[in-house]
DNA sequence: ATGGTCGCGCAGCGA
């Protein structure tokens, strides 16, 4: 099974860029970030047309995220199931999509170090922990795919320097990745990947992508039932090329049987 | 890097 996840910046304005990747990509399952639509304006018949059932939890103009599958979508559910206040933002979809629990997140940016959009990412990390503890089970197939505004590592950005004291890169942020990783899920792409400096991210400003300078916070994590079966990974930077690209390039990984 | 571009929507904010 081909999972992949992208954070497409808009779907009104990716639209043709995510048509062409799924014809050449063939992902099994899609999570998609960044749609900034009102879920009537999702467009479910062109997903069907391609062959993929599509689950949108949506607001409008900000975040939004779906899920498209053509291995099945079932027990769809979007945000946080628990007894707090409803998060204020579509950032969380939930779906079944052949046998995998899926999850397409869009983790807050933070903005600044010390803003209170930065206390909301790292609430925002920690509530999906407790969710994990109480809806999931890390000895069962799970993937949480999506862009998690958080580079796990120096490996993981242009010039650790140049990050310092950014949001992204704080310690409390990869501590609260972390703690997603201690209840059981695996950074799946980088297991594939060893290798330092694969980005999934390049600001659209002062040529960034040319220069090789970009951030991998988009993170395919999975259970080790899913993990464990990667047998290949991949970040498309040509989806980052061309004609009106998404500042986001997608990520991929397949599973075994 | 903090200039430099996008997307939204029509000014200026968010990323």
């Not at 059932?53 to 995220?65: F, I, L, Q, S, T």
Request: aromatic share 10%; charged share 25%.
């Amino acid at each position: 099974m081909r999972i992949a996840t992208w954070n497409v910046n808009s779907l009104k304005a990716r639209l043709p860029r995510v048509e062409e990747w799924l014809g050449y990509a063939q992902p099994d399952v899609m999570c998609l970030q960044e749609t900034k639509l009102a879920d009537t304006a999702f467009p479910s018949l062109t997903f069907q047309a391609l062959g993929y059932d599509a689950a949108h939890h949506g607001e409008g103009r900000w975040n939004g995220v779906a899920i498209l599958s053509r291995v099945g979508l079932d027990d769809v559910v979007a945000g946080f199931t628990d007894a707090h206040e409803p998060d204020t933002d579509a950032r969380l979809l939930w779906a079944t999509c052949g046998g995998v629990r899926v999850a397409s997140v869009y983790v807050p940016n933070g903005r600044e170090v010390g803003h209170d959009h930065y206390r909301y990412k790292l609430d925002w990390l920690a509530r999906l922990r407790v969710h994990l503890e109480s809806h999931c089970d890390p000895a069962r197939p799970l993937a949480v795919c999506g862009d998690f505004n958080i580079a796990p590592t120096d490996d993981d950005v242009w010039d650790p320097a140049v990050f310092a004291q950014s949001t992204h890169v704080t310690p409390p942020e990869r501590e609260a990745l972390a703690a997603l990783e201690d209840w059981g899920l695996v950074d799946a792409f980088r297991r594939h990947r060893p290798e330092p400096h694969l980005y999934t991210y390049w600001d659209y400003r002062a040529g960034m992508f040319h220069k090789h300078k970009g951030m991998r916070i988009d993170l395919i994590l999975a259970t080790p039932p899913v993990a464990d079966q990667v047998s290949f990974a991949l970040i498309d930077r040509q989806a980052r090329k061309g004609s009106q690209p998404s500042d986001h390039a997608p990520v991929l990984v397949d599973t075994r049987p």
